[in-house]
């Protein structure tokens, strides 16, 4: 059946229909053997969009997750954003992140004593390479480096972190 809506699958539905998710080939798979369905997951489309400028409220002293525009091209790519302040007390996070019909998910920081009201920021994503390059000649089947995790590591902040936040940041990094 088809639903002419977009939606977010929650994980509780996710595991009841034994979803397996592959990045690799954009694939969902759900259900098992003579149950399964399996759907290309298709990128987001921008076509017939357009963009109204929303305000953003931002309660004192807290950090919200944001989807935010991105500036230029929407094509879908993934890439990372700088950290910066976009007004006296209020940070975007410097993150990496995907950009799918033209946005973003990212961490807006209000480090204020008052609530904000403000325009939604537009955010810079500088794309990460997955061109060939000297230094790392051995690549996987989508032509990234095999040694991603280093190439990602060595473009994040992480001397805020303890030995035990920054292993487990090499971690995921390494399984991603």
């Given at each position: 059946m088809r639903v002419p809506?977009?939606?977010i699958l929650g994980g509780d539905l996710l595991e009841s229909a034994v979803a397996k998710i592959c990045y690799a080939t954009r694939t969902l798979t759900l259900g098992t053997s003579s149950d399964k369905v399996n759907k290309a997951l298709l990128p987001l489309s921008t076509e017939g969009l357009?963009?109204?400028i929303r305000r953003l409220v931002l309660p004192s002293r807290t950090e919200l997750v944001v989807r935010l525009p991105v500036n230029g091209e929407p094509c879908n790519r993934e890439g990372i954003t700088a950290k910066r302040e976009i007004q006296?007390?209020?940070y975007l996070a410097g993150a990496m992140t995907g950009v799918q019909a033209g946005y973003a998910i990212t961490r807006v920081t209000n480090t204020n004593?008052?609530?904000i009201?403000?325009?939604e920021p537009e955010l810079e994503v500088t794309a990460i390479e997955t061109g060939p390059d000297?230094?790392?000649p051995e690549r996987d089947g989508n032509g990234r480096n095999l040694n991603r995790a280093?190439?990602?590591l060595k473009r994040?902040?992480?001397e805020h972190l303890n030995d035990e936040e920054r292993k487990q940041v090499e971690k995921t990094c390494a399984a991603y």
């Open positions: 809506c977009e939606g357009t963009r109204a006296a007390g209020v004593s008052e609530d009201k403000i325009d000297e230094q790392s280093e190439e990602v994040l902040r992480l």
